[in-house]
């Protein structure tokens, strides 16, 4: 029996619109889109939805298969909301929150941590909502690996914005960069295609590299965004020339694209954000770090204290319950934003716009770039974008410094949860080449 709707149209109200508006507002020969009397589509996206079937088949059935290892973790955790009697106290279990230090909690924080190492093929996992966003979780990941004298590469070229000033790259100004530990760090670019440079990759690991960071997303690069085989491969290449190399993967945007991720294919660490991908739209705030449990353990060390380990922190019962359903819910919402990149490429690129991934390709994260060319075609398109969004759709995003960031950035993120990505969102840094950023889940709204 189906439990996904093999159709996607009714998903996409507000994309339609949105990719065929912002298409308009940025190409000067553009002509207004014609909406069909019985569909809200224009036709560019029925033609676009009509070419993609087999595509959005494929993800239907990445969905099912994904939703079926999510369920079976679920119930080895054995997931309840249902009394449970203890030392003679009666409570609910999973979803009852804790106060405090957190030692009364539950047990909802065991089987949430267990039922995601499981979902990940991790040995491990801490899944919190002390982890402030997807960049607090990676740099935990980072100082649980390296100490002074210890060097750290990055394989995959230069690293996310946010996580500049955490190496050092850019000055954090005294504040506790692992350059001001002692650490330095390295970066192989990527090859000519966009992709890992491979031959270069052969021989970059030193004897006092500690760590390899490779980032799965293409972050603010116009380059590819890595497959979990590739993450596999680079792995073997880096333990062939130092089996002491910690491999640690900034995994945001990447969960539940692929029917696998890093840990399964050897990464000691993974980290990212609970309001991206596996927090399936619902969870409020948080993060994750999943791996080897040494390592899983050092991480939560780093987001704490040494010596009070994962069996602390409050959380509040209502987040329990919505990070639970959310991580049930992840591979559902992932599979519609991995058919709202198909659709966005399909016609940007048929408007003559460059995209990254191209049309068609496989996809390995929910990231969707398109290239614009200039300031005022960017801005206009995250106006297209906010116009479209169930949330603040009557303002208008304006361009600003932003912490962590280097240069001026765009956001448009009507969503529920602030900074979420999951719903309708695109940013971008207003920089050559002036792409944007586009993550398109669950669309709830729509623009004639």
């Not at 946010?162 to 670019?189: A, N, Q």
Request: glycine share 10%.
């Amino acid at each position: 029996m189906r439990a996904f709707s093999p159709c996607p149209l009714l998903a996409f109200p507000a994309l339609s619109a949105t990719a065929s508006l912002a298409a308009m507002k940025v190409s000067s020969n553009a002509q207004l889109p014609v909406l069909h009397h019985d569909s809200p589509f224009v036709q560019e996206v029925v033609q676009a939805v009509d070419a993609l079937h087999s595509e959005f088949r494929a993800v239907d059935n990445l969905v099912a298969r994904n939703s079926f290892r999510v369920l079976k973790a679920f119930q080895n955790a054995r997931v309840g909301s249902h009394y449970a009697v203890a030392n003679s106290n009666a409570y609910n279990q999973h979803f009852s929150g804790s106060t405090g230090y957190g030692h009364d909690e539950a047990g909802g924080r065991e089987a949430l941590d267990q039922a995601f190492a499981e979902i990940v093929g991790a040995e491990s996992a801490i899944v919190r909502s002390q982890f402030f966003s997807g960049t607090h979780a990676i740099t935990c990941a980072l100082f649980a690996f390296l100490r002074p004298g210890d060097e750290l590469l990055a394989v995959a070229g230069a690293p996310y914005d946010t996580l500049e000033e955490v190496i050092g790259k850019r000055d954090s100004h005294g504040m506790g960069s692992l350059k001001d530990f002692g650490v330095t760090y390295r970066e192989l670019p990527l090859a000519e295609n966009g992709g890992l440079d491979w031959d270069a990759l052969e021989c970059a690991v030193k004897p006092h590299t500690r760590c390899a960071l490779i980032q799965r997303s293409c972050g603010y690069s116009w380059r590819q965004s890595l497959s979990v085989n590739d993450i596999g491969r680079a792995i073997k290449m880096i333990k062939i020339q130092n089996p002491n190399c910690l491999v640690m993967v900034d995994n945001c945007y990447g969960e539940f694209v692929e029917g696998i991720e890093p840990p399964m294919v050897g990464a000691d660490l993974m980290a990212g954000s609970l309001i991206k991908n596996p927090g399936g739209t619902i969870a409020p705030c948080g993060g994750y770090v999943a791996g080897k449990r040494i390592w899983v353990e050092a991480a939560a060390a780093r987001l704490s204290a040494p010596g009070l380990g994962t069996d602390c922190g409050s959380t509040p019962g209502d987040i329990m319950r919505a990070y639970f359903q959310g991580l049930y819910l992840s591979p559902q919402m992932v599979g519609e934003a991995i058919k709202g990149t198909f659709l966005i490429a399909e016609v940007m690129a048929s408007k003559g716009f460059k995209v990254q991934p191209l049309p068609r390709a496989s996809r390995h994260d929910t990231v969707q770039a398109v290239q614009l060319g200039n300031r005022e075609s960017l801005l206009a398109f995250c106006e297209a974008v906010q116009r479209s969004s169930p949330v603040g759709s009557f303002t208008k995003p304006v361009a600003g410094s932003t912490p962590g960031y280097a240069s001026e950035v765009i956001f448009a993120d009507g969503t529920f949860i602030d900074g979420s990505t999951s719903e309708l969102s695109c940013d971008g840094p207003l920089r050559e080449p002036f792409a944007v950023y586009c993550q398109v889940g669950s669309i709830p709204s729509s623009e004639g």
